[in-house]
Each structure stands twice: as C-alpha cells, then as structure tokens.
C-alpha cells in the first residue's frame, strides 16, 4: 500500500513554552527581533525535526507563528490596514505587533508586559475565536480600498530553512476564501468577497514561488467548507480553484472542524490534487468522500483527533481506514483531524501525572507516533507491541471504576422541570435588586480579575512545590484581596471584586477543585499570541466535594460596605475549555458540571453574597459549525447555566460575562439564560456588537466594555464616554453598566488604576449628562 503522512500543523509554542517566554521577554524590551527570530528557527527546527523522527512522509512549513497565524496572512498578502499607518522604516515584526496589541502615542507609565502604559493610540485588530476552538485570531479589515500583493517572505524563507535541514516540505496557507470569509468589512454595504478576484493572482504567485522552490505540495485550508456557506461564496471556490490549479503544483485541499454536507461534492469535485477531511468530526462522510473523490486524486483521512487529548483507538481506526484503502487501491494519506495547534505539546513531561489516567492520552507528539503505528499497520507492517499498548489503554479506561459515581447518576434523573427557573421574572427582580443595592445610574465594575502581580504568582508556586505553608499562602492572598478591594474603594467602583488572587485560571481553579478532573503540569495551548492555557481533563463524573470560593469572597466583602460579586465560572466554559471525556454526550458532562456551580451560588448567597457572577465567555464559542445542530446545543447549554444559577432568591443579582465572539444571531437563546446582568466585550468592535442587542430589544442589564484589557493602551475618558453614548443610543440608559471588556488579570496595577480611573469619571460625566 501507499500510505502517506502528514500533520496540518504542530503546537508553536515549544515544549516549555520558550516562543511566550522570548515574546513576553521581546515586548518588555529585553530581548532583540533578531534574537526573537532566532528562537522562531530554534523551535521551527526541533518540531520539523520531530515530524521527521516520527515517519512522517513531509514536514509542514507556514504553521508556525509569533502570534498568529491570520496575522501572518495578513502581512503575507500585503492587506494591512492602512489605519495603522506604518512608516516604511518599521520592520515587518514591529508592524506585525502593532496590529496584534495596538499602538501607543503620548507619555508612558509602568506596564505588565512592557514596562510601559500607554495613553490613547490605535486600537489592535480585533480578534475572535477561530471556528469553535478556544483559539483567538486577529480579524482582517478590509474594504473597498484593501488592495493585496506578495508582501512578505517569511513563509518562502521558511521553506528554504526546513529544505536546507533536509527535510520534505509540505507548505501550508490558509485558502483564499476562507480568508476573505474570516475578515471583516469596514465599509457598509462592501461585499468582502468582491475581493476574491484581486486576491486570487497574489495567491498564484504565491503558489508559484512555492513551485520554484521545488515544494511539491501546498495544504491549503478551507474549513468553511463545513460551514452553511451563501451560495456566492459556494460558487466561488470552482472558479477560484481552477485558477490557481493552473500554477502546476499540487494542492491538498484541507477540510476540517465540521462535516462536509451539501459541500462533499463541491469538494471532491475541485480542481485540485488532494483532499483532506475530518474523520473525527465527520466519520460518517468518509465513506461518501471515498465514493466521489476521483481515483487520481489523493484521500488524506484525519484519523486522530487534532482537538481532544484521548489516546486513539488504534483497532477502531484502523477498522475504518482499511476498506477506505482497498477503494483508494492503498493510496491513502493519513493525518490527524486537524492542527495540533489545539492539543498540548508531549505527554514526555508529565511524570508526575496519575499513571493509569497517563496512559488513556496521547499529546501532540504522541499524536504523531499513533500515525505512524497506524501506517505500519495498514501497509502490512504492524508494530504489536504498539497495537497492545493501545488495546490494554483503551480497554483500561472503559473498565475503571473512578469514571463512574452513581451518586452523580442519581442527582441528574432526580431533576425536577422547574430546576432551571428563576422565582419570578426580571422585572420583579430588578425592583427587589435595586432596592436591596441602591445603585446609581451607569454603576461601575470590573469583570472579575485583577493583575496577578509577580508576588502572588511566586507565592502559588511556593505554595504548590510545598515550601510555603497553608496558613502562611492563605495569609498572603488575603493581604493581597485586602489590596485589591482598598484600591477599587480609592477608584470609587460601585461594585467591587475580591480579585481572583488565588486563582491560576478561571477554569483551571475550579477543576482542582471538582471531583472528576485531573490536571497536566505542562499541558499548555496557545489561546492567542503569548497566552497559554493549561485545560483541565475531565475523566469522569463532576462533583462538588466542598465550598470552592465561599471563604474568599466573604473575606472580601467583610472588608467594604459596598457589594462585593462572587466570581464563578459556568458550566459551558468549563465544559468547553476542558479536555473532555469522549464516552457520554457533552449535554450529560455540562449538566453534571452546572449542579456543581448551583451548590456553590447557593452556598455564596447563605453567606451573603449579594451579587454573583458566572461567567459563560465560551458559550457562543460552543455552537455547532452547522446550523442545523444549534437548537439542541443551545437547549442543553443555556439549561445548565440556568441550573446552575435559579437556586437563589430574587433579591441576589446574577451577572454573567461574554467575550470576543459574534452574539447577534443567538441573542433570544443568550436572553434565555435570564441573567439579571450581561457583560460583554464590544470595545474592539467600536460597540458594533451591541447594536444587534439593541434591535433585538434585549430585557435584562448590560455592561458593554468600554475598554479593550487586551491591548497595552490606555484609553481616554472622552473615548469611553463615546462609547457609552453610543451605548446609550440602542440600550436604555438605566439598563447600562460600565465595565473593561474583560478581566485584568495580565494587566499591570499603574495601567490598571489609569484606565478604571478614566472609566470612573466617564460612568460620572454619563451620570450628570442624562
């Protein structure tokens, strides 16, 4: 058999996350562009070299990148925007991290990142989540004046460099559609894909100058094929993809994230050299693939789950691939589902890691090896010991006994209907609210975190190597509640936050907490430029042994008269920011997830909390790629956030918060979850986001963010008092709380107290305007 393979792409941010480290240590100014570059090689050459040790048949060049992988489109074909106004001595990298985290004008303070806080300057790029990952990308702006051209070498010099180790090259770009299709118009009326004819011959050089290098295949990703695309947008890809077969090097058309559906035959029917799928997402199409794709051209079948951190049933997968290869007459190539990006770098690290869980998963270099093992098998070369590894793993983890708690079963089936409802309806509420918090008009607060200073993130590290005592880490964390609630009392917030200073992460926190959960030491991923995530696996059953913030935000409400929220995460976010078991339906993991959050509302409000909030951020992020299953994602996942907050009375506020996602088309679902109050990030969009929630006439309270937490600017109070009127434009003004888009946690206190100063006196001036 010929059997061929491949990745779409691997984890860029190291083993030990050395690209956050020289990024973090480049923006602090500590470290030059040519030495941020060199570590870029550094890492390019171990992962190249890693897919090389493994047996893959080609390395994959145009994956990695020092933010973003849209953003390097972006600078690739020429389009940034003219907004950014870059002078022609900037350096490419420079403008690159202009257009990531925006530019500064005007004096400077003490920052996080960089030493500096800046005044008001250019606001970043927007950015949003890509497809349903937990991944942000930078948006494209384009417009009737976006013009392309090949403007950037990077990717060529990057296939020179993995030639030069000797390697095979695969190359890898983002497919012209989908690019138009993942930016933004900043015109009104424009039609994005009118660009789609100046673009395509910038594409052809491109694909040319990868020919005259002698790279034999291009990967060119197009997942919104799996999406329910305009018929224009559909009619497009024959047309475009024609044009560029005319270039003469061979195209591997990559799908993945989402079944095919009415597009398999539009896919398969492409001019084009090969076609990638997702055999995870859309096992049941495979057949069909196999069926329609002409015999000349090649099948590349995503085997492993690109997505998820479970060890691949290697049995199972090969049940599915060798009647697929007998049709393809043993041409098949074989890959994981999708990018590695999303999965951790190696299980290598984790020798501290529960042994028996240990051996159910399978990390981004595990990955490669299943393909491997997987070739071998299918071209009559069987690696036994490898296939009775993964046999006695797989068949551990059905038969143990710690994913299953009856007790767990027994809560979900003594549900009762109402289990989810509130006592009475909003309106009620808010009058018993308002009168409980006195509140004044556009009242003030942040979302949540507050800078999680070198200090406290020293005291955690001490604490959990076992070198600072309980009593004396919890001693410090109090100090350090104690600082945050003095410095927001100075500010003047109406409603306060304890600060998050013993939280590592908003979901990492609670899952060491929660019954079913285990945690990796070095299972970071890439959420967006230098941030990384460690998500928690669930394995098994959730539940709440015992109160997970209770004694936190009591200490902190202790100390003030004004109301202090209780900070929580909701079960979506958990759910989704999770590596999560793949044996029982997401809805069941959600729902088991939600009534640990009601214990925890519901053991807040007996101490007396007043104000709790849950955040749901991935909530949007969650939606099925096809609308066809949103009303049954939606249905479960709006139902566990309200069972996981009705437990209190009507006089106990609910909050929740949303971030960097498009909301307008699920705001009778969002409306749904009946939250008294919403927060939402809208400073980017310029409050774009909040018009669809005025037209739709949302009920409940809303904090709009007035400012963007993710960019090193400081924004002015005029330019939040522009906000907030066009706030005030399409929400009722007693319905608006005003807000940063987002927690602070990455932030610095002197940029942090500058911008909830501005924030303060633009919520006042509103106050003495209306």
Same mark, same amino acid.
């Given at each position: 058999?010929?059997?061929?393979?491949?990745?779409?792409?691997?984890?860029?941010?190291?083993?030990?996350?050395?690209?956050?480290?020289?990024?973090?240590?480049?923006?602090?100014?500590?470290?030059?562009?040519?030495?941020?570059?060199?570590?870029?090689?550094?890492?390019?050459?171990?992962?190249?070299?890693?897919?090389?040790?493994?047996?893959?048949?080609?390395?994959?060049?145009?994956?990695?990148?020092?933010?973003?992988?849209?953003?390097?489109?972006?600078?690739?074909?020429?389009?940034?925007?003219?907004?950014?106004?870059?002078?022609?001595?900037?350096?490419?990298?420079?403008?690159?991290?202009?257009?990531?985290?925006?530019?500064?004008?005007?004096?400077?303070?003490?920052?996080?990142?960089?030493?500096?806080?800046?005044?008001?300057?250019?606001?970043?790029?927007?950015?949003?989540?890509?497809?349903?990952?937990?991944?942000?990308?930078?948006?494209?702006?384009?417009?009737?004046?976006?013009?392309?051209?090949?403007?950037?070498?990077?990717?060529?010099?990057?296939?020179?460099?993995?030639?030069?180790?000797?390697?095979?090259?695969?190359?890898?770009?983002?497919?012209?559609?989908?690019?138009?299709?993942?930016?933004?118009?900043?015109?009104?009326?424009?039609?994005?894909?009118?660009?789609?004819?100046?673009?395509?011959?910038?594409?052809?050089?491109?694909?040319?100058?990868?020919?005259?290098?002698?790279?034999?295949?291009?990967?060119?990703?197009?997942?919104?094929?799996?999406?329910?695309?305009?018929?224009?947008?559909?009619?497009?890809?024959?047309?475009?993809?024609?044009?560029?077969?005319?270039?003469?090097?061979?195209?591997? /058309? +990559?799908?993945?994230? #989402?079944? @095919?559906?009415?597009?398999? *035959? !539009?896919?398969?029917?492409?001019?084009?050299? =090969?076609?990638?799928?997702?055999?995870?997402?859309?096992?049941?199409?495979?057949?069909?693939?196999?069926?329609?794709?002409?015999?000349?051209?090649?099948?590349?079948?995503?085997?492993?789950?690109?997505?998820?951190?479970?060890?691949?049933?290697?049995?199972?997968?090969?049940?599915?691939?060798?009647?697929?290869?007998?049709?393809?007459?043993?041409?098949?190539? /074989? +890959?994981?589902?999708? #990018?590695? @990006?999303?999965?951790?770098? *190696? !299980?290598?690290?984790?020798?501290?890691?529960? =042994?028996?869980?240990?051996?159910?998963?399978?990390?981004?270099?595990?990955?490669?090896?299943?393909?491997?093992?997987?070739?071998?098998?299918?071209?009559?070369?069987?690696?036994?010991?490898?296939?009775?590894?993964?046999?006695?793993?797989?068949?551990?983890?059905?038969?143990?006994?710690?994913?299953?708690?009856?007790?767990?079963?027994?809560?979900?089936?003594? /549900?009762?209907?109402?289990?989810?409802?509130?006592?009475?309806?909003?309106? !009620?509420?808010?009058?018993?609210?308002?009168?409980?918090?006195?509140?004044?008009?556009?009242?003030?607060?942040?979302?949540?975190?507050?800078?999680?200073?070198?200090?406290?993130?020293?005291?955690?590290?001490?604490?959990?190597?076992?070198?600072?005592?309980?009593?004396?880490?919890?001693?410090?964390?109090?100090?350090?509640?104690?600082?945050?609630?003095?410095?927001?009392?100075?500010?003047?917030?109406?409603? /306060?936050?304890?600060?998050?200073?013993?939280?590592?992460?908003?979901?990492?926190?609670?899952?060491?907490?929660?019954?079913?959960?285990?945690?990796?030491?070095?299972?970071?991923?890439?959420?967006?430029?230098?941030?990384?995530?460690?998500?928690?696996?669930?394995?098994?059953?959730?539940?709440?042994?015992?109160?997970?913030?209770?004694?936190?935000?009591?200490?902190?409400?202790?100390?003030?008269?004004?109301?202090?929220?209780?900070?929580?995460?909701?079960?979506?976010?958990?759910?989704?920011?999770?590596?999560?078991?793949?044996?029982?339906?997401?809805?069941?993991?959600?729902?088991?997830?939600?009534?640990?959050?009601?214990?925890?509302?519901?053991?807040?409000?007996?101490?007396?909390?007043?104000?709790?909030?849950?955040?749901?951020?991935?909530?949007?992020?969650?939606?099925?790629?096809?609308?066809?299953?949103?009303?049954?994602?939606?249905?479960?996942?709006?139902?566990?956030?309200?069972?996981?907050?009705?437990?209190?009375?009507?006089?106990?506020?609910?909050?929740?918060?949303?971030?960097?996602?498009?909301?307008?088309?699920?705001?009778?679902?969002?409306?749904?979850?009946?939250?008294?109050?919403?927060?939402?990030?809208?400073?980017?969009?310029?409050?774009?986001?909040?018009?669809?929630?005025?037209?739709?006439?949302?009920?409940?309270?809303?904090?709009?963010?007035?400012?963007?937490?993710?960019?090193?600017?400081?924004?002015?109070?005029?330019?939040?008092?522009?906000?907030?009127?066009?706030?005030?434009?399409?929400?009722?003004?007693?319905?608006?709380?005003?807000?940063?888009?987002?927690?602070?946690?990455?932030?610095?206190?002197?940029?942090?107290?500058?911008?909830?100063?501005?924030?303060?006196?633009?919520?006042?001036?509103?106050?003495?305007?209306?």
């Amino acid at each position: 058999m010929r059997i061929h393979t491949h990745i779409l792409g691997f984890p860029r941010i190291g083993a030990a996350r050395e690209l956050k480290l020289a990024l973090e240590s480049h923006w602090r100014g500590e470290l030059s562009e040519t030495a941020l570059e060199a570590t870029g090689r550094q890492l390019r050459a171990r992962h190249w070299a890693l897919q090389r040790d493994a047996g893959l048949d080609y390395v994959t060049v145009g994956d990695f990148a020092f933010y973003d992988q849209v953003a390097n489109h972006i600078q690739l074909l020429g389009c940034e925007p003219p907004r950014f106004s870059f002078a022609p001595e900037q350096s490419p990298l420079s403008r690159y991290f202009t257009m990531a985290r925006g530019a500064e004008t005007g004096t400077h303070t003490e920052h996080a990142d960089c030493g500096h806080a800046h005044a008001a300057g250019t606001a970043a790029l927007e950015m949003t989540k890509w497809f349903d990952t937990n991944y942000h990308y930078l948006v494209p702006e384009l417009s009737p004046q976006t013009r392309f051209s090949l403007a950037c070498e990077r990717l060529l010099a990057e296939v020179a460099e993995a030639q030069a180790l000797g390697h095979q090259v695969k190359a890898a770009l983002i497919g012209p559609l989908t690019f138009l299709w993942l930016g933004k118009e900043k015109t009104h009326g424009f039609d994005r894909l009118s660009l789609l004819e100046q673009l395509l011959p910038v594409y052809g050089a491109l694909l040319d100058r990868l020919k005259q290098q002698g790279v034999a295949w291009v990967q060119v990703d197009e997942p919104i094929l799996g999406l329910d695309l305009p018929t224009a947008w559909r009619s497009a890809f024959e047309s475009a993809y024609w044009q560029l077969n005319q270039v003469g090097v061979n195209i591997l /058309l +990559a799908t993945y994230f #989402s079944p @095919l559906e009415e597009n398999l *035959s !539009l896919a398969c029917r492409l001019p084009m050299a =090969g076609l990638h799928v997702d055999g995870i997402r859309a096992p049941h199409e495979l057949v069909s693939v196999t069926d329609w794709l002409p015999a000349h051209k090649v099948l590349s079948i995503g085997i492993v789950d690109g997505r998820n951190i479970w060890r691949t049933d290697l049995d199972a997968a090969l049940a599915v691939l060798q009647p697929l290869a007998a049709k393809r007459n043993g041409q098949l190539w /074989l +890959a994981p589902s999708c #990018s590695l @990006l999303h999965v951790p770098f *190696s !299980l290598e690290a984790e020798t501290k890691l529960d =042994g028996e869980i240990r051996t159910w998963l399978a990390f981004a270099t595990e990955k490669l090896a299943e393909i491997a093992i997987l070739k071998g098998a299918l071209a009559g070369h069987p690696d036994d010991s490898a296939l009775a590894a993964s046999r006695q793993a797989i068949a551990g983890r059905r038969a143990s006994a710690r994913v299953h708690r009856p007790q767990v079963a027994q809560r979900l089936q003594a /549900l009762t209907p109402t289990v989810d409802r509130r006592d009475s309806s909003f309106p !009620l509420r808010q009058a018993v609210q308002r009168a409980r918090f006195q509140l004044p008009d556009f009242p003030t607060t942040t979302i949540g975190s507050f800078p999680q200073t070198t200090a406290i993130r020293a005291a955690r590290a001490s604490y959990k190597r076992g070198e600072l005592a309980i009593a004396d880490y919890e001693q410090q964390m109090r100090a350090e509640i104690a600082h945050a609630v003095g410095r927001q009392e100075a500010l003047g917030l109406d409603v /306060l936050v304890h600060g998050e200073a013993e939280r590592n992460d908003m979901v990492e926190y609670f899952g060491e907490q929660l019954d079913g959960f285990i945690f990796t030491r070095h299972g970071w991923v890439q959420s967006y430029g230098s941030r990384c995530v460690k998500p928690p696996v669930i394995y098994g059953d959730v539940q709440r042994p015992a109160a997970m913030t209770v004694a936190w935000t009591v200490h902190a409400q202790s100390l003030t008269h004004k109301p202090v929220k209780g900070m929580l995460t909701g079960p979506v976010t958990i759910l989704q920011w999770s590596f999560v078991r793949d044996d029982q339906p997401r809805a069941t993991t959600a729902l088991q997830i939600a009534l640990a959050i009601r214990d925890e509302v519901a053991d807040l409000e007996t101490a007396g909390i007043g104000i709790i909030q849950i955040d749901e951020p991935a909530i949007r992020e969650g939606l099925p790629l096809r609308r066809g299953q949103w009303d049954t994602y939606l249905a479960w996942a709006t139902r566990a956030f309200r069972i996981a907050a009705s437990v209190v009375s009507d006089a106990t506020q609910i909050h929740t918060h949303m971030c960097y996602a498009e909301f307008n088309d699920i705001l009778p679902q969002i409306a749904a979850m009946d939250a008294d109050v919403i927060t939402i990030e809208t400073s980017r969009s310029d409050m774009e986001l909040l018009t669809g929630f005025g037209q739709f006439q949302y009920p409940n309270e809303i904090g709009p963010g007035v400012y963007d937490i993710h960019s090193p600017r400081i924004p002015s109070t005029p330019d939040m008092v522009a906000l907030l009127q066009k706030a005030s434009a399409v929400i009722p003004p007693a319905h608006l709380w005003v807000n940063p888009d987002c927690g602070l946690k990455t932030r610095g206190w002197v940029e942090t107290e500058a911008a909830l100063k501005n924030m303060v006196a633009a919520a006042r001036q509103m106050r003495a305007a209306a």
